[in-house]
């Protein structure tokens, strides 16, 4: 029969491993482990500190994305990883974003320098789900992307790979652009024609 330091382990493990390895203080406290535990197993090697309140588990290889899980915890589970950061995870236009930009819901009051926040709701069919994180779907990726302060010229490149990439099609995109902001539906627009002309 299983100690409860082993269920306790299994618990925590089993958190950890829907986000990549990462768990927060707070994670590990719901599980039973208190603060003073928490500092024993950071202190032992057993848990490697990644930040305040952040771990990982040692063995947990690194990935690419592991920041945008890192400031999924951050936000408490409520960002989105939207906008440019977007535009790179789905390999649309050359944007290479120095912050991680995250879309919050509206009341979110935490603040990051090496995060940019965008104040909006995403809906569920406007979000993929990755292990630990969550990042706007293409469509919607490109629609925040045309709202936002971004050259014409890089919305045309993200319209264009996406279209050549088969992640949408310019149906979607002109049906999306008649909900979007004025700004978002001219910029879409222009995209698209420029696209066309470019065929």
């Known amino acids: 029969m299983p100690s409860p330091r082993q269920d306790l382990r299994r618990a925590l493990h089993a958190v950890a491993f829907q986000q990549a390895g990462y768990f927060t203080a ?17 202190d032992a090697g057993n848990w490697v500190r990644v930040d305040r309140a952040l ?12 920041v945008y899980v890192r400031c999924t915890l ?5 960002g989105v990883v939207s906008h440019d ?4 995870v789905h390999g649309l236009s050359d944007v ?3 912050k991680v930009h995250l879309t919050v819901p509206p009341g979110f009051g935490a603040v990051d ?11 569920e069919d406007e ?14 990726t490109l629609v925040d992307a045309a709202a936002s302060d971004l050259s014409q010229e890089q919305v045309d490149r993200a319209v264009a790979d996406a279209l050549r990439l088969g992640l949408t099609t310019r149906r979607r995109l002109l049906r999306a652009s008649v909900d979007a902001p004025d700004r978002a539906a001219l910029r879409l627009e222009r995209a698209l024609a420029r696209t066309a002309a470019d065929e």
């Open 26 to 42: 707070a994670q590990a406290l719901d599980v039973g482990y208190s603060y003073q535990a928490q500092k024993y197993h950071a």
């Open 55 to 66: 771990f990982r588990l040692p063995e947990w290889p690194a990935d690419p994305d592991d």
């Open 74 to 78: 951050w936000s408490d589970g409520k």
């Open 85 to 88: 950061s977007a535009l790179a």
């Open 96 to 98: 290479d974003p120095v």
């Open 113 to 123: 320098d090496l995060v940019a926040l965008h104040v909006g709701e995403v809906a």
């Open 127 to 140: 979000r993929e789900v990755r292990r630990g994180w969550a990042v706007t779907t293409p469509l919607r």
